[in-house]
C-alpha cells in the first residue's frame, strides 16, 4: 500500500473516531452512560484492529470490502433481516416506497443466458403500448449484449429519468429475425393487483402481489368494482407474496374490519418501537364473506392481513402455514455514504391475539451475543404450543407464521416435477406455443396431442433429471470400484442403475396430471394474459377450488368461524 494512501486512512479513522466520539458524548446525555463507555472502548478496539490489519497484513486489503466484511459479519449473526442496504437494495426499497419509477413498464428474469420479459407489461406503459410480450428475450440495451449482465443490471439500465430514450433488442419465438425497439421512458406505478374479477356469478377474486404505497388505493378500487357488480363473497389471494410496508397492510385490513379494532401492534427495547395500529375508518366491506388464500412464502405484511382477519374472525384463510416474518426493521440512513442505510431489526409484530408472527426456527441467530434472553425468540420457545383465543373465542395457535383455518399442503415435488421448474420447461414451451396460435381461445385445454408435443419438446431441448436414489447409487458405484467389492456387487450396482434408467423413462406418464395442470396454467397465462392463470387454477388449484365451495355454502362458512 502506497505511503500517501496509508496516511489518508490512518487520518481517516482518527477522524471517524473524533466524530463518533462526539456523538457518544451527545448520545450518553440521554441514556446509560455506562452503555455509551463500553460502546467507546470498542469503537475504539475495532479501529485499532482495523488500522492494524489494513497497514500491516502480508497482502494489500481492499479496505471498503473489508469493513463490510466486518460489517456483515456482525449483523447476520443477529437475524436474517438486519443488514447494510447499499444502492441497488435501497432502490429497491425506494420504488416500493414511493410505489412508482422511471421505467418502460416490464417484470424481467433471468431464464438460461438472457432475461426474459416474465409476464405482460403493465397496461399503457410504454413496453406495453410497443407490443412487447411475456416471454419475449431481452438480448440488448442501448446496444450492450445482456449475456454477461446480472439481471439488477439489466433493470438499472431499463430504468432511468421519464422522458429519456432506450433501445432495446428483442429475440421472440416464432420471428426469424431479432426485433428493434426505441421505447421513451414513463412514470410506471406498479401495479400490485395484478388481477381482480369474479370467478363465477357473486364470487370476487383479488390477486395481490406485494404491499407497496399504491397497494390499498388498487385493493379498494377492487373491492368497490365486485361490489358494484353484486359481489356477495370475496377471495383475496396473498400467496407468494413477500410482504412490503406496514401502512399498506393496516389500510387494506381496515376495509373489512369496524373502526376502532387492534389490527397489529409492535413491541421492542424502546419507547418508539412500542406501538399499537387500530382502524381508523368505517370499512368499504364490513360483512360481506371473506377469505384469504395463503402458502410458505406468504409473509410479513401479508402475514398481519391473513392474521388480522383471522384473529378478528372477518373472514376465513385457507392454504397452508405462513412464512413465519415477523420482526420489524427501521431504516437507519447515512447521510456521508450516499444510498446507504442500515436495516435494523427493532421491535416484533404481535397480531390482536397476542400471537408472535415470527418462526423461531428460522432465525439462526448466534443466542451468545444477547446480554438476556427473549424466551419468545429463544430456539427452545414454547410458543408453537401455546394457545390464543379469537375475538369470538376460537382457539388458534402459536408457533410462528398464520396457520390457517382450513390447511391445504401439497405432496413434495418430485426431483421430475422440480426441474421441469427449474429449466424452464412449461414457461418456454409455453411462450413457444402461443406464437403459432392466431385465434386466441378463451378457454384452454391440454389435448394428448399437446403432451405429446411438450414430450417431444424436452427431448429436443436437452431435458435431464436426477430420479430419487440416482446421485446414492452413483455414489455407491465408485465406492465400489475404490474399495473393488468385487464383479457380483458391481453387477447388482449396474442392474440398480439399469431399473433406475427404465424408471426415468416413465417419469412424463407417471406425473401427466401435474404436467397438464402446469402446461394448461403457462399457456393460459401467454394467450389470455393476468386472467389467464387464474381462470386456469379455478378448475385445477385445490385451494382456489376450496375458497369457492366454502363462499358457496353460507352455513359451512359460519361454521367454520363459529358462528
Known sequence: MKRGKQSFLIVLILLVTITVSGWLAHSSEMA????????KRNITLFQRVYEEILLRYVDEIDPDAFVRAAIYGMTQRLDPYTSLIEKEENQRLQTLTRGKYGGVGMTISKRGDYPVVEEPPFDGTPAAKAGIREGDQIIEVDGVSTRDLSLSEVANRLRGKPGTPVSIKIRRAGEERPLHFRLIRDVIVIRDVSYAGFLEEGIGYIRLTRFSKFSPKQVKEAVLSLKSQGLKGLILDLRSNPGGLLDAAIEIVNFFVPKGELIVYTKGRTKHANRKYYATKDPILPE?????????????????????????????????????KGLVQTLIPFPFQKNTALRLTTAKYYIPSGRLIQDVSRLNRDEKLFAVKDEELAPDSSNGQKEFRTKGGRIVYGGGGIKPDIEIDFPKMSNFERALFQQSMFFNFAVN???????????????????????????ENGFD?????????????????????????????????KTL??????????????????????????VLGNKGPVLADKEDDPVLKTAIQVLRNPSEYAMKLGK
Open 32 to 39: 446509560d452512560p455506562d452503555i455509551y463507555l463500553v460502546l
Open 288 to 324: 360481506t364473506p371473506l377469505v384469504v388464500l395463503v402458502n410458505g412464502a406468504s409473509a410479513s405484511a401479508s402475514e398481519i392481513v391473513a392474521g388480522a382477519i383471522q384473529d378478528l374472525d372477518r373472514g376465513l384463510v385457507i392454504g397452508s402455514r405462513t412464512y413465519g
Open 433 to 459: 406455443y402461443a406464437a403459432r396460435i392466431k385465434d386466441k381461445p378463451e378457454h384452454i385445454e391440454i389435448t394428448d396431442e399437446i403432451l405429446n408435443e411438450f414430450r417431444q419438446y424436452l427431448t
Open 465 to 497: 433429471f436426477h430420479i430419487e436414489g440416482e446421485e446414492e447409487i452413483r455414489s455407491l458405484a465408485e465406492i465400489a470400484r475404490e474399495r473393488e467389492f468385487g464383479p457380483a456387487v458391481e453387477d447388482e450396482i449396474a442392474n440398480l442403475q
Open 501 to 526: 434408467e427404465e424408471m426415468k423413462k416413465r417419469e412424463f406418464d407417471r406425473h401427466v396430471d401435474f404436467i397438464r395442470r402446469y402446461l394448461k396454467r403457462e399457456i393460459a397465462a401467454k
